[in-house]
């Protein structure tokens, strides 16, 4: 049996290797949001509040505790896949939001 420090290693390692393919299948070049920003302008949706609907579908078939297609553990994974995306795409906001405000302060 692993120790939780172990088997959170492992489940990290996982999650990274899920995100690169994911990465690789779904968007083109350096854009992660792509498909989020794609999907946001069909629906008329922020790319952020698209990205929350993926994430939502998997928080409550944890909830549920069921899926015929996909283990509990891959689930728990694409989760914390679109956290880490949601993670990034506020850090993206954040940076640009200093940015500008910087830029303002320096007369642009």
Do not use: C
């Not at 172990?6 to 779904?26: F, V």
């Not at 498909?35 to 939502?56: D, M, Q, T």
């Amino acid at each position: 049996m692993d120790s939780p420090a172990t088997y959170w290693d492992n489940l990290d390692e996982e999650t990274y290797i899920t995100l690169r393919k994911a990465q690789e299948e779904y968007a083109s070049g350096s854009e992660p949001f792509e498909n989020f920003e794609v999907l946001g302008r069909v629906l008329g949706l922020p790319p952020r509040k698209v990205l929350a609907v993926y994430l939502l579908k998997h928080v409550v078939s944890l909830v549920k505790g069921v899926s015929l297609r996909e283990p509990l553990r891959g689930r728990i994974i694409d989760a914390i896949g679109y956290l880490k995306l949601l993670a990034y795409m506020d850090y993206l906001e954040q940076t640009e939001s200093s940015e500008n405000k910087l830029g303002e302060g320096m007369g642009n």
